[in-house]
């Protein structure tokens, strides 16, 4: 049976093999990295067979992901050009931030087929959220195999391509982790101990959503039945929006947008 191969044995490697885990994927893995003692580490935490070299793992391959840096995926996939592991037809799913399908296409041929996914860490628990969009060529026994992969880690959207860059900037977990550690370093400020102003701040954040999530109800009827007027709520609420609480996420987004672009700018075909 041929292998899900990862290219590239960092962080979000390290999350996605967690939550295959423990989805109990069926599928061989195997890793290949060019710092061969970060593949060790995963084999020796996964489980995960580890190649000895790129050529060795694209052939190999049923499917390969790219899980390195947008700036390093036109260097990988020119050393994949040049070492001949490309002539026969293969699935190529890359999770690089901002790196366009038309450039990918490019630099490979017409022997890879495309996605590109945008898989969020927190899979590593099996509730991730991941976007996919494929190129054209991919057959529907393709999608299915892709789609399948993923699921396995969480929740699935299919969002045109045009929309990847906001949605990137939008869903990741790092706008949960800066808003919990804001909101509770400023309960330290106004008088709580840090243990009981993380708990505050994480379920203001997390039980909240949550029960959005669950309930099925709008968020304006949930705004309007948390934040009683004349209440401690809505005059919080009331003061945030007064301090530019929707300019500052704005001015957030448009900046990890910005970086995106960027980061095609800079993705050099071969």
């Given at each position: 049976?041929?292998?899900?191969?990862?290219?590239?044995?960092?962080?979000?490697?390290?999350?996605?093999?967690?939550?295959?885990?423990?989805?109990?994927?069926?599928?061989?893995?195997?890793?290949?990295?060019?710092?061969?003692?970060?593949?060790?580490?995963?084999?020796?935490?996964?489980?995960?067979?580890?190649?000895?070299?790129?050529?060795?793992?694209?052939?190999?391959?049923?499917?390969?992901?790219?899980?390195?840096?947008?700036?390093?995926v036109s260097g990988l996939l020119g050393e994949v050009a040049a070492c001949g592991a490309c002539q026969r037809p293969k699935l190529w799913?890359?999770?690089?931030?901002?790196?366009?399908?038309?450039?990918?296409?490019?630099?490979?041929?017409?022997?890879?087929?495309?996605?590109?996914?945008?898989?969020?860490?927190?899979?590593?628990?099996?509730?991730?959220?991941?976007?996919?969009?494929?190129?054209?060529?991919?057959?529907?026994?393709?999608?299915?195999?892709?789609?399948?992969?993923?699921?396995?880690?969480?929740?699935?959207?299919?969002?045109?391509e045009r929309q990847f860059d906001v949605f990137t900037t939008t869903y990741s977990s790092s706008h949960g982790y800066h808003a919990l550690q804001t909101l509770a370093e400023a309960a330290q400020r106004a008088g709580l101990d840090r243990a009981?102003?993380?708990?505050?701040?994480?379920?203001?954040?997390?039980?909240?959503?949550?029960?959005?999530?669950?309930?099925?109800?709008?968020?304006?009827?949930?705004?309007?039945?948390?934040?009683?007027?004349?209440?401690?709520?809505?005059?919080?609420?009331?003061?945030?929006?007064?301090?530019?609480?929707?300019?500052?996420?704005?001015?957030?987004?448009?900046?990890?947008?910005?970086?995106?672009?960027?980061?095609?700018?800079?993705?050099?075909?071969?």
């Amino acid at each position: 049976m041929k292998s899900t191969v990862f290219l590239g044995a960092g962080r979000i490697t390290s999350a996605l093999l967690a939550g295959l885990r423990l989805a109990e994927y069926e599928r061989p893995i195997l890793v290949y990295d060019r710092n061969p003692k970060k593949s060790r580490l995963l084999r020796r935490e996964f489980q995960v067979d580890v190649a000895p070299d790129l050529k060795s793992a694209v052939e190999q391959a049923e499917t390969l992901i790219v899980a390195v840096r947008p700036a390093s995926v036109s260097g990988l996939l020119g050393e994949v050009a040049a070492c001949g592991a490309c002539q026969r037809p293969k699935l190529w799913v890359s999770l690089a931030a901002g790196v366009p399908l038309q450039k990918l296409r490019a630099q490979l041929g017409l022997a890879a087929r495309w996605v590109r996914a945008m898989p969020s860490p927190v899979c590593r628990i099996g509730r991730g959220l991941t976007a996919l969009c494929f190129d054209r060529g991919v057959g529907n026994a393709e999608r299915m195999r892709v789609r399948g992969l993923f699921q396995r880690v969480g929740q699935l959207l299919e969002i045109p391509e045009r929309q990847f860059d906001v949605f990137t900037t939008t869903y990741s977990s790092s706008h949960g982790y800066h808003a919990l550690q804001t909101l509770a370093e400023a309960a330290q400020r106004a008088g709580l101990d840090r243990a009981t102003a993380l708990t505050a701040a994480a379920h203001a954040l997390s039980a909240g959503i949550l029960y959005w999530k669950e309930s099925g109800q709008s968020l304006t009827r949930l705004l309007h039945e948390a934040a009683t007027p004349g209440g401690i709520a809505a005059a919080t609420m009331s003061g945030m929006d007064k301090s530019g609480y929707a300019r500052v996420v704005a001015n957030g987004l448009k900046a990890g947008i910005a970086q995106a672009r960027r980061n095609a700018r800079r993705f050099s075909s071969r």
